[in-house]
């Protein structure tokens, strides 16, 4: 549990010092946001209006795997993955702390996200502010758990930058389809359905577990 | 490898080619033979290659994630080496089934796909599997290979009965034909698809093997490079 603690803290200070993460995933989900407007501008009606909650997650998923991307990046300079390793703690700890480093920071940027998303698409979120951010935070821990277990594979392949998206997002498809169903509901008829959010519970519970059971695997070298 | 090894070894490739071989004429001689559909016509036929496909891919991508969990359990590096051939064999088969699908579907549905559970599910895998082999190739070293494929093979099987939750959730509307039951093939049918399904495990055997005599000779000269680099020093 200090372990936890521990890299979760070192991240955290890490990243406020540099904020080189956050600024570039912010900076990335707005350009997303913007692209998807041009290239996708919705219409008036209801039926023209049915795919917006669906490209704010496209946004969310593409700065989560730039933001996953660099989760293990830093810990390649001065050999600090093997000294993680070498640490006599239970890796699956480690794995918990590097996971919530980047969940804590997706959270921040999938909120900026909406705000620009709000603006850009004419939405009114308030409302439902609340069990979207909800929606976002069960979304986040799917993508966060399976995409630092896979960040820690990438990082020590070739073509890193490209392995992790090619690895993560075959696999995201049942976070992608349970939130992209609860925000559609939410943001077309103001209700949060129970089936899409089970099935982001399940899928959260399913990949913490796979992920921290097999990390220790991940940084045997 | 000894030279009675190797006229054993090809003796044995000259009996399965042979025996595989005689499998498919007898397949594709009763496939011909078969009854045309009253229904659908001609096109129906493509059932005999593409359900026997399915079994192969499946049979594969399963036994994928069974190796790359028993390599985790032992660390021998020859249920890797099995793990990488069923991988490959298994995305052969899937390409075969992805391939053979889409050309009865537009002859009877008249599109090439549709968004269907089953469909929506193959092509997930197929893509699972896809990446799992540019893994193991964009990652040095073998024993590191090993260890990430395994995992991902791993996490790749655990996201089928979620991906299954998730589609139906989602809607997708199931028009793919139902499992082949007893009785629901017509007269006549039911030996070519049985032959189909026999040459379809027969050729997964055969093309197993052969992959993995390539993967030891690989490795047999890995380690012979090895030796005679220490010898030199």
Redesign the interface.
């Known amino acids: 549990m200090n372990a936890l603690l521990a890299v979760l803290w070192k991240d955290l200070v890490s990243e406020w010092r540099s904020r080189d993460r956050l600024v570039a995933m912010g900076v990335f989900a707005l350009l997303v946001v913007v692209v998807l407007y041009l290239a996708a501008p919705p219409g008036a009606g209801p039926e023209a209006r049915a795919h917006v909650p669906g490209l704010l997650w496209v946004a969310y998923l593409f700065a989560g795997v730039l933001g996953l991307n660099r989760a293990f990046a830093t810990e390649l300079e001065n050999e600090a993955l093997s000294l993680l390793a070498l640490a006599p703690v239970e890796r699956g700890f480690i794995f918990l702390g590097k996971a919530l480093a980047s969940f804590a920071l997706l959270l921040v940027v999938e909120a900026a996200t909406a705000v620009a998303f709000a603006l850009a698409f004419d939405l009114d979120l308030w409302p439902v502010a609340g069990r979207l951010a909800l929606v976002a935070a069960l979304g986040a821990a799917g993508l966060c758990s399976l995409g630092t277990l896979f960040s820690a594979i990438a990082v020590r392949t070739q073509y890193r930058e490209v392995m992790l998206p090619l690895l993560l997002l075959p696999l995201l498809v049942p976070v992608l389809l349970g939130a992209v169903r609860a925000t559609n509901a939410l943001l077309l008829e103001g209700t949060l359905p129970w089936p899409a959010l089970q099935l982001l519970l399940v899928t959260d519970g399913v990949f913490g577990i796979v992920s921290f059971l097999t990390f220790e695997v991940v940084l045997d070298e | 490898m000894t030279n009675e090894e190797l006229s054993r070894n090809s003796s044995l490739l000259r009996s399965s080619t042979i025996g595989l071989g005689v499998c498919a004429l007898l397949w594709a001689w009763f496939v011909w033979r078969a009854p045309i559909d009253s229904m659908q016509g001609p096109i129906q036929k493509i059932l005999y290659v593409h359900v026997p496909c399915v079994l192969g891919a499946y049979l594969g991508f399963a036994l994928t994630a069974a190796s790359g969990a028993l390599y985790?359990w032992r660390r021998d590096e020859r249920w890797d080496r099995l793990a990488a051939a069923c991988a490959e064999v298994g995305v052969f088969f899937c390409t075969l089934v992805l391939l053979t699908g889409p050309i009865w579907a537009k002859g009877t549905w008249g599109r090439w796909w549709t968004w269907d559970l089953r469909l929506t599910l193959t092509l997930?895998l197929y893509?699972?599997y896809v990446?799992y082999l540019?893994?193991r190739s964009?990652?040095?070293g073998s024993e590191?290979a090993a260890?990430?494929g395994?995992?991902?093979a791993?996490?790749?099987l655990?996201?089928v009965p979620?991906?299954y939750?998730?589609?139906d959730?989602?809607g997708g509307r199931t028009v793919h034909p139902e499992n082949l039951g007893r009785g629901s093939l017509g007269a006549g049918m039911g030996l070519p698809l049985a032959l189909g399904m026999l040459t379809a495990v027969m050729a997964f055997a055969y093309l197993l093997v052969r992959r993995l005599e390539v993967s030891e000779l690989r490795a047999a000269l890995d380690r012979a490079q090895a030796d005679a680099a220490r010898s030199e020093m």
Do not use: H, K
Request: charged share 10%.
């Open positions: 985790l997930l893509l699972v990446s540019l893994l964009f990652t040095e590191r260890r990430f395994a995992v991902y791993i996490a790749g655990a996201v979620l991906n939750f998730a589609i959730l989602a």
